[in-house]
């Protein structure tokens, strides 16, 4: 199959994750009597659910540029560190739902019916499971990947730093739709109300942005290797090469 499609067909099944979860969250909020504009703001602001529609979004990009350009031999660099910007986040998701969440108790509400629990599960498997290993798979992979200069690190730990501030300044303002508490994180461990406090946040946030720096560096670290692989094979294969 066609490389396009298959990113075409990544970006449904993501899309997919997201539109599930978005009904788990609107019966959920119309079961416990809360207010949907509440609920639904807060769904949007949750790191996963952005970087899904990101992702998204790049590979409905990266797709139409390969369609509208089939005699280009490598992606513009743009769309290059597009996909690295959102493969990093994804990636990262991934590892530590799998390495530190799955197995924990199950978050299902109370009064989820069969068909809502069926989808919240699949939203959880399709966002934390299924792309995250897309990723890789397109780094590792999907043809025409541009190798990356290594000051795109600063991009791919840009927009954790852009979500991170957004949503420390956001917490403060904004109610638990719950009634719980007067704000609210999408994240225990970004909530400074806790025992640690700041601190626990800010170390908490210093682990992350160490685990961005680290996928960040292998994908960059793979794209380059793979693009000094892809230009030792044309050379080899160039009219008048010597053969080694």
């Known amino acids: 199959m066609h490389w396009i499609w298959i990113r075409i067909a990544a970006a449904l099944t993501a899309l997919s994750g997201v539109v599930a979860g978005f009904i788990v969250n ?3 909020a119309a079961r416990e009597g809360q207010q949907l504009g509440d609920v639904l703001a807060n769904y949007f602001s949750l790191f996963t659910i952005v970087s899904s529609l990101l992702s998204v979004a790049i590979l409905v990009t990266a797709a139409s540029w390969s369609e509208r350009h089939p005699g280009s031999a490598r992606e513009p660099l743009a769309i290059a ?7 990093a986040p994804v990636i990262l998701l991934g590892l530590v739902y799998n390495l530190l969440l799955r197995g924990m108790p199950s978050t299902v509400a ?13 939203a959880v498997d399709v966002l934390h499971v299924v792309m995250p290993i897309y990723f890789v798979l397109d780094l590792l992979l999907a043809p025409r990947r541009r190798g990356l200069p290594w000051w795109s690190l ?4 840009g927009y954790p730093l852009v979500w991170i ?9 904004v109610a ?7 704000w609210w994180y999408p994240y ?5 109300h806790g025992a640690g406090g700041y601190g626990s946040v800010f170390a908490y946030i210093g682990a992350i942005f160490a685990g961005f720096l680290a996928i960040g560096a292998m994908i960059v670290a793979t794209g380059r290797y793979r693009e ?17």
């Open 165 to 173: 501030t957004y949503t420390m300044v956001r917490g403060e303002i």
């Open 154 to 157: 600063g991009v791919i730990v």
């Open 110 to 122: 109370l009064g989820d019916s069969a068909g809502i629990h069926l989808l919240d599960t699949y």
């Open 188 to 192: 225990p461990f970004l909530d400074p």
């Open 81 to 87: 560190l597009g996909m690295a910007a959102v493969a």
């Open 176 to 182: 638990n739709p719950d009634g719980s508490t007067p």
């Open 228 to 244: 000094r692989r892809a230009a030792r094979r044309s050379a080899v294969h160039a009219p008048g090469a010597l053969p080694v």
């Open 26 to 28: 609107v019966d959920r």
